[in-house]
């Protein structure tokens, strides 16, 4: 039997939660126990009221204690619990694996910032080298994952242009997190990094007017940020090209290697919770984004403990 037989078969947590991901899921939170998975996810419905679920996922078929364990959970994040096992049961509403799936139109093998591969992959695409195992432009795969990245760092939908619209006036995203923090992005795949130049200065700005142009009166922007694999500049020179911006658009410009992307993603994946509170505007009024500014924000919550690591 080969692997996407067996994951369409069994229940699967990457595919689960690749699945859940591209249908608009957001996963906040992730706990692992023997037999089972809890997947602590929102999405927002059509009125844009934030909906929590918590999606039970059974390798075989639940027992009576699972079930109440997965219920208490779901109950203390005032979420609705799902039950997904690999067979049908009469004792509590549920889903099939294989049902589960067809809702999604089938399994999602794209990858997510939890696997293990990510990292690797997003490191050779930020330098425009395809990856093995995958298919495509390395620059239109560095955009997606760069998406699911955000997705997962600020803990909300990130919208993607794509290339279909490459040759629009358009970056090649929007991170919108509720009031909070907005901010424009754009991703440059180079095998030797990004340099910053004075056309590039004006294209961000010119994607900044006409983003305020239409969507002024609904959103604040904080920032710009611009992701590459490296920028072949010194400190002091990308620093003085923020603050050219800032005088053009009137946001910082903030700079962010892959590299950084994945040290903050390691970060939070012990403290998920905490994204939603950190001060993202802070951090990102940086010209340039380190772990470090993450790495300050959580050792501030957590000394609140207001919100626990790992609590679930």
Same mark, same amino acid.
């Not at 009221?49 to 027992?63: D, H, R, S, T, V």
């Not at 999602?108 to 395809?130: C, G, I, Q, R």
């Not at 998920?272 to 993202?280: D, Q």
């Given at each position: 039997?080969?692997?996407?037989?067996?994951?369409?078969?069994?229940?699967?947590?990457?595919?689960?939660?690749?699945?859940?991901?591209?249908?608009?899921?957001?996963?906040?939170?992730?706990?692992?126990?023997?037999?089972?998975?809890?997947?602590?996810?929102?999405?927002?419905?059509?009125?844009?009221?934030?909906?929590?679920?918590?999606?039970?996922?059974?390798?075989?078929?639940?027992?009576?204690?699972?079930?109440?364990?997965?219920?208490?959970?779901?109950?203390?994040?005032?979420?609705?619990?799902?039950?997904?096992?690999?067979?049908?049961?009469?004792?509590?509403?549920?889903?099939?694996?294989?049902?589960?799936?067809?809702?999604?139109?089938?399994?999602?093998?794209?990858?997510?910032?939890?696997?293990?591969?990510?990292?690797?992959?997003?490191?050779?695409?930020?330098?425009?080298?395809?990856?093995?195992?995958?298919?495509?432009?390395?620059?239109?795969?560095?955009?997606?994952?760069?998406?699911?990245?955000?997705?997962?760092?600020?803990?909300?939908?990130?919208?993607?242009?794509?290339?279909?619209?490459?040759? &629009? =006036?358009?970056?090649?995203?929007?991170? #919108?997190?509720?009031? %909070?923090?907005? +901010? *424009?992005? $754009?991703?440059? @795949?180079?095998?030797?990094?990004?340099?910053?130049?004075?056309?590039?200065?004006?294209?961000?700005?010119?994607?900044?007017?006409?983003?305020?142009?239409?969507?002024?009166?609904?959103?604040?922007?904080?920032?710009?940020?611009?992701?590459?694999?490296?920028?072949?500049?010194?400190?002091?020179?990308?620093?003085?090209?923020?603050?050219?911006?800032?005088? &053009? =658009?009137?946001?910082?410009?903030?700079? #962010?290697?892959?590299? %950084?992307?994945? +040290? *903050?993603? $390691?970060?939070? @994946?012990?403290?998920?919770?905490?994204?939603?509170?950190?001060?993202?505007?802070?951090?990102?009024?940086?010209?340039?984004?380190?772990?470090?500014?993450?790495?300050?924000?959580?050792?501030?919550?957590?000394?609140?403990?207001?919100?626990?690591?790992?609590?679930?």
């Amino acid at each position: 039997m080969d692997l996407l037989n067996l994951q369409l078969n069994s229940p699967n947590i990457q595919v689960a939660i690749r699945t859940l991901t591209v249908g608009g899921f957001i996963l906040e939170n992730f706990k692992r126990s023997p037999g089972y998975a809890l997947f602590f996810m929102s999405r927002h419905d059509v009125f844009g009221i934030k909906q929590k679920y918590c999606f039970a996922l059974f390798e075989n078929k639940p027992g009576s204690t699972q079930i109440q364990t997965a219920t208490i959970a779901a109950s203390h994040n005032k979420a609705e619990l799902v039950i997904i096992s690999p067979v049908a049961i009469k004792e509590i509403p549920n889903i099939e694996w294989k049902r589960f799936l067809n809702l999604f139109g089938g399994p999602v093998n794209s990858y997510t910032p939890l696997e293990s591969d990510f990292a690797e992959h997003l490191m050779k695409l930020a330098f425009n080298k395809l990856p093995a195992g995958l298919t495509g432009k390395p620059d239109d795969l560095f955009e997606l994952y760069i998406q699911r990245a955000f997705e997962f760092i600020f803990g909300c939908k990130v919208h993607r242009y794509g290339q279909e619209r490459r040759f &629009e =006036a358009r970056p090649d995203g929007i991170i #919108i997190q509720d009031k %909070t923090f907005s +901010s *424009i992005y $754009d991703t440059k @795949a180079y095998s030797n990094g990004f340099e910053i130049t004075l056309d590039s200065i004006r294209q961000f700005s010119s994607y900044t007017s006409d983003f305020r142009s239409r969507y002024n009166h609904f959103f604040d922007l904080h920032s710009f940020i611009v992701v590459s694999g490296k920028f072949p500049h010194t400190k002091r020179i990308l620093e003085n090209k923020s603050r050219q911006f800032l005088s &053009e =658009a009137n946001i910082p410009l903030a700079f #962010i290697t892959a590299e %950084t992307i994945i +040290s *903050i993603i $390691d970060l939070l @994946a012990d403290f998920p919770s905490a994204r939603r509170s950190i001060n993202w505007r802070k951090i990102f009024v940086n010209p340039i984004i380190v772990p470090d500014l993450v790495q300050s924000e959580l050792k501030l919550i957590s000394k609140d403990k207001i919100i626990m690591e790992g609590i679930i």
